[in-house]
């Protein structure tokens, strides 16, 4: 049994398979591959409404979420908030920037549902890279995808308005529109609820 499934329910092992699933999907793992990777990571279950990182403090963690649903969040100096974005199934999220560099979190992160997600410290990222390549080229590949995600965002606000910016995330992610109340759909789009009922079917 494996640091990671020490002393947690079965329900981890299922977890197990899902993180292989996802890492499968761009490098290939042996058996004993997978087992050690699994040692760097450790297992959080959070309730709706719960923060995962809070704005000002130290950013422990690069989560990877099994189950559930995140937003992203900048809160500027007037009080208000900015969603930067959400994460759910099969997806990584972070406060990157304060990650990586070991700074004060300028955004926080919460449950829009009750989540359950893989956590991997910035010292045993170093040393999963470094004791196994393939996962090396793993977080490159997935960092590219964050790249392109993030430059096709600006674009998209740049350069469309709110129907177009609607219609667009509806055809790319249908799932997560249905799972998200109105209003931080609207504060991801930029617009009120007013206006975004007359997007909506």
Partial sequence: ????????????????????????????????????????FTVKKFKKH??????????????????????????????KQHIV???????WESDFYAYYTQTEATMSLECVEDTEVFCLSLENYKKLCDGLQK?????????????????????????????????QLLKQYPSLIQRLPKSLLAAYLGVSRETLSRLTP
């Fill in 50 to 79: 719960q923060f995962l990182i809070q704005q000002g403090e130290a950013v422990k963690y690069h989560y990877f979420v099994v189950s559930g649903l995140l937003k992203l969040v900048y809160t500027d100096d007037t009080g």
């Fill in 135 to 167: 996962m090396e080229r793993f977080f490159l590949e997935k960092a590219n995808f964050g790249f392109i995600g993030s430059q096709r965002r600006i674009i998209s606000w740049l350069t469309s308005n709110a129907k177009e910016r609607y219609e």
């Fill in 1 to 40: 049994m494996n640091a990671l499934t020490s002393g947690v329910s079965l329900s981890a092992y299922s977890m197990q398979d899902k993180l292989r699933e996802h890492i499968e999907k761009i490098v290939p793992l042996s058996d004993d591959e997978f087992a050690f990777v699994c040692t760097h």
């Fill in 85 to 91: 974005s959400f994460a759910m199934e099969d997806w």
